[in-house]
């Protein structure tokens, strides 16, 4: 499946794979900064922002999706930063085409199974009954989903998926029926019985749970050289609440300082 993608700056190629209800833009100024020193690939997966729809949506169809992306734009060992979802389809490449990378950065997700969330179909759903026949305008949508998603953070993050159809006609980009479909096989564990035997760098937020420290022994056993970094002031949302820390740690891991891209 091609995908859409953003591209910024020269160099040796780093590619930024977003999370679960993202979209390239959300890793945009981060990528800009990387475009100092490298040249960023920041796609949008597949049934999310402005690449396909599928009905397939699982870690090996993403795999797949990224071999043909790197494949097709003659991408030279890249480096490979994924956060949440995007992270576990960095971690599945990584063991899947070890060959293919030079290094991974995974930010604040395991390879391990999640429990299901019901925070998840609950947004799912709150898109999903929005009739955009009587919608007027985001406001308008943001309102409707206050009761829904009451966390004004995680509104304006759904709210990014917001689009003009048409004229005066918004829309939700993703396919949402298909991340409703296959939201358990967005929450399963990597299933491999290979390992990354190359640089690999782990970052947690001191304040998600998404990593822990029964986490920190099956990431050492899938990929031996991961180093885990804590940036404590960071949620999930580690690139939006700590962008300066995160920047230090990739700097210190891809071996170059990353400033801004003009």
């Given at each position: 499946?091609?995908?859409?993608?953003?591209?910024?700056?020269q160099?040796?190629?780093?590619?930024?794979?977003?999370?679960?209800?993202?979209?390239?833009?959300?890793?945009?100024?981060?990528?800009?900064?990387?475009?100092?020193?490298?040249?960023?690939?920041?796609?949008?997966?597949?049934?999310?922002?402005?690449?396909?729809?599928?009905?397939?949506?699982?870690?090996?169809?993403?795999?797949?999706?990224?071999?043909?992306?790197?494949?097709?734009?003659?991408?030279?060992?890249?480096?490979?930063?994924?956060?949440?979802?995007?992270?576990?389809?960095?971690?599945?490449?990584?063991?899947?085409?070890?060959?293919?990378?030079?290094?991974?950065?995974?930010?604040?997700?395991?390879?391990?199974?999640?429990?299901?969330?019901?925070?998840?179909?609950?947004?799912i759903?709150?898109?999903?009954?929005?009739?955009?026949?009587?919608?007027?305008?985001?406001?308008?949508?943001?309102?409707?989903?206050?009761?829904?998603?009451?966390?004004?953070?995680?509104?304006?993050?759904?709210?990014?998926?917001?689009?003009y159809?048409?004229?005066?006609?918004?829309?939700?980009?993703?396919?949402?029926?298909?991340?409703?479909n296959?939201?358990?096989?967005?929450?399963?564990?990597?299933?491999?019985?290979?390992?990354?035997?190359?640089?690999?760098?782990?970052?947690?937020?001191?304040?998600?749970?998404?990593?822990?420290?029964?986490?920190?022994?099956?990431?050492?056993?899938?990929?031996?050289?991961?180093?885990?970094?804590t940036?404590?002031?960071?949620?999930?949302?580690?690139?939006?609440?700590?962008?300066?820390?995160?920047?230090?740690?990739?700097?210190?891991?891809?071996?170059?300082?990353?400033?801004?891209?003009?």
């Amino acid at each position: 499946m091609k995908l859409f993608f953003r591209q910024f700056g020269q160099g040796t190629p780093v590619i930024i794979l977003h999370g679960l209800f993202g979209l390239s833009d959300n890793w945009v100024s981060i990528g800009k900064r990387i475009a100092s020193q490298f040249s960023v690939y920041i796609p949008d997966l597949r049934n999310h922002g402005q690449s396909a729809h599928s009905p397939a949506f699982n870690y090996p169809a993403m795999t797949d999706d990224l071999l043909e992306f790197i494949e097709e734009n003659n991408l030279s060992n890249p480096i490979l930063i994924g956060h949440s979802m995007g992270g576990k389809v960095a971690m599945n490449f990584a063991l899947e085409y070890p060959a293919l990378l030079d290094q991974l950065v995974v930010i604040d997700i395991s390879p391990g199974r999640y429990p299901a969330c019901s925070m998840h179909s609950d947004i799912i759903n709150a898109m999903l009954s929005i009739n955009f026949q009587e919608v007027t305008s985001r406001n308008h949508v943001e309102t409707l989903l206050q009761k829904a998603i009451p966390d004004n953070r995680v509104r304006q993050f759904i709210l990014k998926n917001l689009y003009y159809r048409a004229p005066k006609e918004l829309a939700w980009r993703p396919d949402l029926e298909a991340i409703k479909n296959n939201l358990d096989a967005i929450f399963d564990g990597i299933q491999a019985d290979r390992q990354f035997n190359k640089p690999a760098l782990f970052v947690k937020g001191g304040l998600s749970d998404y990593i822990t420290s029964a986490d920190e022994a099956l990431i050492r056993r899938m990929f031996p050289l991961a180093l885990i970094k804590t940036i404590p002031s960071a949620t999930h949302w580690v690139h939006a609440d700590a962008p300066t820390e995160l920047c230090r740690l990739l700097s210190a891991s891809l071996g170059k300082e990353c400033t801004f891209y003009q």
